[in-house]
């Protein structure tokens, strides 16, 4: 692929249609304000799962902070400080409130403190799980022995005021659970135990694993409160990832996969409905679903759900009339991206999020139509959104762009930050951030994308730069805080950086054919919409042609092997968790076969395709020194990615480094990894830009 040359660069720019506003004046730093380091991205409190109460008068939401996670409250007025709810024992996590608001249930592996008691035990059906013993009444009382096995239970604790309350003691734990809408009974997720005898030969170390056999499925159970009985719903061949009750309690709508392989749970959905008296399989909806929710009406008519696009891994949102079959695809056909959605009170429409270009809108669904209106815009990045019984609070965490995630509530169109949780950022030097916009030199389409200035930005100056790439494929940069481990902006723009964050097309944002845009092309669908954007910051004076850097986690270090195998134009780069090679990770990555063959068709027939793409096949054109970062654990991207375009490097002679990290999956979870690969970042922009 031929290279372009400065004449080529000119005439493009020339073509470039910029919509680009920049500040007035520079913005003075302070120099009272501290310079973001790693260290101080990976001590932030992350704040998670905001869930408003029915009456819409407190929000319940977690706090991850020192290895452990908590509870908090507060209320929706904003009148009263936040406060920890559930103090004592372990982590707790899942908070949800009873239907009439009186008590927060969550998950936690706390002690029981009724364990071992008598009148504490509770029954599995005569459906149990494969390899558990029943009696021969049809019912097995668990003993206190077996409970004692560890996982997750659930709890409650009252509103008002009052001790943590046990509700289950089921052996192997829960995963997830959710109220029937009566409150009188709970359906949970439990995966199966393990077998007796697969646990005592590992036990002696003859431990081989027969790979997709003796499986351990995600069931689905309905516990009875009034008399602890635990009841087996779902079939033995079925595997759940998320359900709802419906409005009366008699079903259950579910997404499930065939086995519980992570390439069926996140490719190969269906959406289910069983009757929870009988567990009958009442319905079976087309394929193609998407992992994140299903949400049944108020009217118990119509269930919400997302479904994959055909050529990519975004989802579109699908209303589905459980009776008649007629199923309503919204904003397939709209420039944005429908991200989540809660129903109304009446059931005759939604409220949703809605990513547009790096923006997010709330809009209002029309449930017979699908129609969409705008009602609102938000300051940042809102996500979990949650809503009262009547509609009108809504909560949400929410990044802003010069925060990171807090809880938010939205009344009668007022939104409102209500947390504090990290007030340490006030005092950090961030920079300014910006939406940008500009035109594709390749077929005029508008890209979008997200600037970030340094601290003190003089327009006369020209700066390093680096084009930070998301993963995804269709994933998006919007106005949020862009400072974790792996969102590398705020700690660049704070070390006198300008950070380029695109989303070409492939991304979220711009609708499902702009996501849909890299059918069969990765790579060289991108590459122009990048180095455009690269061009109107040089054009504009802001970029230092001769000081720019690309980098990337997971598809953004693909997107980063493939720039610097295409182009010279970066001085250096960073690939964290990179494709290098789509013929191998087809037949290694933990979501083989249906990810890639979604993107490129099957791999029998498309070897060339998959062949073409591959950064790999590209090495001797790399000139641009390159830091390698992979977790050895990784099953998403495996470890043998990073080694190929790694060890590929050093065989051409080219500048490189790779550093592995111990257990780290596809994304990190040790403090000590994250800030660690981010040190490194840093220091490996800052020897070959400064």
């Excluded at 995600?218 to 009985?229: E, N, Y």
């Excluded at 069969?520 to 042609?545: F, H, T």
């Excluded at 793409?613 to 977790?631: A, M, Q």
Aim: hydrophobic content about 35%; aromatic content about 8%.
């Amino acid at each position: 692929m031929m290279r372009p040359d400065k004449a080529d660069i000119m005439k493009r720019l020339a073509l470039l249609a910029i919509l680009f506003v920049l500040p007035c004046e520079p913005a003075a730093a302070s120099k009272d304000r501290k310079t973001v380091e790693p260290g101080d991205l990976v001590s932030l409190r992350n704040v998670r799962e905001a869930r408003v109460s029915p009456d819409g008068r407190v929000i319940a939401y977690l706090v991850d902070a020192e290895q452990k996670t908590t509870v908090w409250l507060v209320s929706t007025d904003g009148k009263s400080a936040p406060r920890p709810f559930v103090l004592d024992g372990e982590s707790a996590v899942s908070p949800a409130w009873t239907p009439d608001g009186k008590f927060l249930t969550f998950l936690s592996k706390r002690e029981n403190p009724l364990r071992g008691e008598k009148s504490f035990h509770f029954s599995f059906s005569d459906a149990d799980a494969p390899g558990e013993k029943s009696s021969s009444t049809g019912d097995a009382e668990v003993t206190s022995e077996h409970a004692t096995q560890k996982g997750r239970q659930i709890w409650m604790i009252p509103l008002d005021g009052g001790g943590v309350i046990p509700l289950t003691d089921i052996p192997g734990g829960i995963k997830k659970f959710k109220w029937s809408r009566n409150g009188k009974l709970l359906a949970f997720v439990r995966r199966d135990p393990e077998a007796k005898v697969l646990a005592e030969r590992r036990a002696l170390k003859a431990d081989e694993v027969e790979v997709d056999k003796n499986y351990r499925y995600d069931r689905l159970w309905v516990f009875d409160l009034a008399t602890r009985q635990a009841r087996l719903l779902t079939p033995p061949d079925l595997n759940i990832v998320e359900f709802d009750w419906s409005p009366d309690g008699k079903r259950i709508a579910a997404s499930a996969s065939a086995t519980p392989r992570v390439n069926d749970v996140e490719n190969v959905l269906k959406i289910v409905v069983f009757d929870t008296a009988t567990g009958h399989l009442d319905k079976a909806f087309p394929g193609n679903a998407g992992e994140r929710i299903v949400r049944w009406s108020p009217t118990g008519s119509v269930l919400a759900f997302f479904k994959l696009a055909p050529t990519t891994d975004t989802t579109v949102p699908v209303l589905y009339d459980v009776d008649s079959g007629a199923e309503t695809v919204i904003g397939s056909d709209i420039p944005a991206t429908v991200k989540d959605m809660v129903w109304d009170r009446q059931g005759n429409s939604l409220t949703a999020t809605v990513l547009k270009g790096v923006t997010f809108h709330l809009v209002k669904i029309d449930a017979r139509s699908g129609a969409l209106s705008e009602s609102g815009t938000f300051e940042g990045s809102p996500s979990e959104l949650s809503a009262s019984v009547d509609g009108e609070t809504l909560a949400y965490v929410q990044e802003t762009r010069d925060h990171p995630g807090e809880v938010h509530a939205r009344v009668g169109g007022r939104e409102r930050r209500l947390t504090h949780a990290n007030t340490q950022v006030e005092s950090w030097n961030l920079g300014t951030e910006q939406p940008l916009t500009w035109t594709s030199s390749k077929d005029g389409r508008s890209i979008y994308g997200v600037l970030l200035l340094p601290p003190g930005y003089d327009k006369n100056m020209r700066y390093k730069t680096v084009v930070h790439l998301h993963g995804g494929p269709t994933s998006a940069w919007d106005l949020g805080f862009h400072g974790t481990w792996y969102d590398w902006g705020r700690v660049l723009a704070s070390h006198g950086y300008v950070v380029l964050l695109p989303n070409p097309r492939g991304s979220e944002g711009g609708g499902t054919s702009f996501s849909e845009a890299i059918d069969r092309n990765w790579g060289d669908a991108e590459l122009q919409d990048i180095m455009d954007g690269v061009d109107v910051l040089i054009s504009r004076g802001i970029a230092d042609p001769a000081r720019l850097g690309i980098g990337g986690w997971s598809y953004g270090g693909y997107l980063t092997a493939w720039a610097v195998t295409h182009t010279d134009r970066f001085k250096v780069a960073v690939a964290g968790a990179a494709i290098a090679d789509l013929i191998s990770m087809a037949t290694t990555t933990d979501i083989a076969p249906d990810f890639l063959t979604r993107f490129y068709g099957d791999l029998t027939s498309h070897r060339d395709l998959y062949d073409v793409h591959s950064p790999i096949r590209f090495l001797e054109h790399c000139h641009t020194p390159t830091l390698v970062l992979h977790g050895e654990a990784d099953t998403r991207v495996p470890i043998s990615q990073g080694e190929e375009f790694y060890n590929g490097l050093r065989f051409m002679g080219r500048e490189t480094q790779m550093v592995r990290y111990p257990r780290e999956w596809h994304f990190f979870d040790e403090d000590s990894h994250r800030r660690d690969s981010m040190e490194r970042m840093l220091h490996w922009y800052d020897s070959h830009l400064n």
